[in-house]
């Protein structure tokens, strides 16, 4: 059992480019979310979706675009990379209910 | 909207010695309330929830809406307890689904 499965693990952008990181969770759960983690400032809700074809956002969604065509996957895209959006990016999944969230590796991002 | 707050970023202690991780809420419904830990090189993980009122790893938080606060303690640390934890907390009602993490505490058991 995969669990949350986030890739890339690291990837270096050049400021202006475009990139998605992609999630998947192979656990059939309904939420999924993106969080980006930075020092002092924890883990920063990004967007989330409770479903196939609903998304909302998160408390720092600007610069980041989401889509959730199936169950299983959640990918996070960067439309124009800048040196703010480096950070670590966790990716996590749970069941509806106030359930345990199930995280993904991370995703190291750094923009130059 | 909802909110939590850790006020330490970094906890040292000794081996042995009692600790304390505060949490302090800030939501207008019915809080479900949880602590996740992140070892080093590891995934964050599920420590403990305020609904199944356990003990983990020797850890215990107690629901406090009077003062809305959900402090994690361990009355003996271990070396092994050093590690970043959250407290979190998820909605109900319009922002369902919703998970909110605190900024975290980086904890440190030195020997």
């Known amino acids: 059992n995969a669990g949350v499965t986030q890739t890339p693990k690291f990837q270096v952008l050049k400021t202006g480019q475009s990139m998605t990181l992609q999630c998947a969770q192979d656990?059939?759960?309904?939420?999924m979310s993106w969080y980006r983690q930075d020092p002092g400032m924890g883990l920063r809700l990004i967007h989330y979706?409770?479903?196939?074809?609903?998304?909302d956002q998160g408390e720092v969604p600007n610069g980041y675009n989401v889509s959730r065509s199936t169950t299983e996957d959640f990918p996070l895209r960067l439309l124009s990379a800048a040196p703010s959006q480096t950070s670590v990016y966790f990716c996590?999944?749970?069941?509806?209910?106030?359930?345990?969230?199930?995280f993904g590796q991370g995703t190291r991002l750094t923009v130059v | 909207a909802q909110r939590v707050t850790q006020p330490e970023k970094l906890l040292s202690v000794f081996k042995g010695a009692p600790v304390e991780l505060k949490c302090n809420y800030s939501?207008?419904?019915?809080?479900?309330l949880f602590w996740y830990v992140q070892y080093s090189r590891q995934r964050l993980q599920l420590l403990l929830r305020?609904?199944s009122r356990e003990s983990i790893k020797g850890f215990t938080a107690d629901l406090n809406k009077g003062e809305t606060s959900f402090h994690l303690k361990k009355p003996f640390a271990q070396e092994e307890d050093s590690a970043m934890y959250y407290c979190?907390?998820?909605?109900?009602?319009?922002?369902?689904?919703?998970?909110?993490f605190g900024q975290g505490t980086i904890l440190t058991v030195h020997p």
């Open positions: 979190a907390l998820n909605a109900g009602g319009t922002s369902y689904g919703k998970l909110t």
């Open positions: 305020h609904i």
């Open positions: 996590a999944s749970r069941r509806v209910g106030n359930t345990e969230a199930f």
């Open positions: 979706s409770v479903g196939a074809g609903i998304t």
């Open positions: 656990m059939n759960h309904e939420y």
């Open positions: 939501y207008s419904g019915s809080p479900e």
